[in-house]
């Protein structure tokens, strides 16, 4: 939480000082379809992705910084329970490159978590197990639109690479030694206003 602040604090500041020229901030959402892979995700099938939070601030034409809060759900195949359920989400941060191609641009968006967890739900779970690690993410917005302010539209490719190092349940928190890894390839539509 502390870091959400901070970083929020960061984006508000920046933002203030540098009023006297166009702003070049854009908040949006998406929606999106997420594959499973990796050691932990065994037995996960693909499920929904929702970008709750997509921000970015241009420092220029081409470079600026990039903010996200994303989560996907995912179902289990072959398991007895039939609502037995993994949420798995991501707060990242990082640089943000932008190109043009004809009428619309492409970002290039690598992030690094600072918060990567996963939540077993389902009637058969018992003590909120939740797991934690990082992750890294390399995000793709194909985004639609003049670049001014207003709405765009943009097509989201992000590839994000996980491995979950501590495990809790019922109150108690352990490490993982094994190859804990989830990687997810998210594909999905999103949507941004340009302030």
């Given at each position: 939480?502390?870091?959400?602040?901070?970083?929020?604090?960061?984006?508000?500041?920046?933002?203030?000082?540098?009023?006297?020229?166009?702003?070049?901030?854009?908040?949006?959402?998406?929606?999106?379809?997420?594959?499973?892979?990796?050691?932990?995700?065994?037995?996960?099938?693909?499920?929904?992705?929702?970008?709750?939070?997509?921000?970015?601030?241009?420092?220029?034409?081409?470079?600026?910084?990039?903010?996200?809060?994303?989560?996907?759900?995912?179902?289990?195949?072959?398991?007895?329970?039939?609502?037995?359920?993994?949420?798995?989400?991501s707060?990242?941060?990082?640089?943000?490159?932008?190109?043009?191609?004809?009428?619309?641009?492409?970002?290039?968006?690598?992030?690094?978590?600072?918060?990567?967890?996963?939540?077993?739900?389902?009637?058969?779970?018992?003590?909120?197990?939740?797991?934690?690690?990082?992750?890294?993410?390399?995000g793709?917005?194909?985004?639609?639109?003049?670049?001014?302010?207003?709405?765009?539209?943009?097509?989201?490719?992000?590839?994000?690479?996980g491995?979950?190092?501590?495990?809790?349940?019922?109150?108690?928190?352990?490490?993982?030694?094994?190859?804990?890894?989830?990687?997810?390839?998210?594909?999905?539509?999103?949507?941004?206003?340009?302030?």
């Amino acid at each position: 939480m502390k870091k959400l602040i901070l970083l929020l604090s960061v984006v508000f500041l920046t933002t203030t000082a540098l009023q006297a020229q166009d702003s070049k901030f854009y908040l949006g959402l998406g929606l999106g379809y997420a594959t499973a892979s990796g050691s932990a995700a065994e037995d996960v099938e693909g499920g929904i992705n929702l970008k709750f939070i997509d921000m970015g601030y241009r420092f220029n034409e081409t470079w600026g910084v990039t903010a996200g809060l994303n989560s996907s759900g995912h179902s289990f195949e072959d398991v007895d329970a039939d609502d037995l359920a993994v949420g798995v989400a991501s707060f990242a941060i990082g640089p943000m490159y932008t190109t043009t191609l004809g009428s619309a641009s492409w970002d290039i968006k690598p992030q690094l978590a600072l918060s990567y967890k996963g939540v077993l739900t389902g009637n058969a779970v018992t003590g909120d197990p939740e797991y934690s690690g990082s992750a890294f993410i390399l995000g793709n917005s194909f985004v639609f639109g003049d670049g001014g302010k207003g709405f765009a539209w943009s097509i989201d490719v992000d590839y994000r690479m996980g491995k979950f190092k501590e495990y809790s349940a019922g109150g108690v928190t352990v490490d993982v030694n094994e190859d804990n890894t989830l990687n997810n390839l998210n594909i999905g539509v999103g949507l941004r206003y340009n302030f």
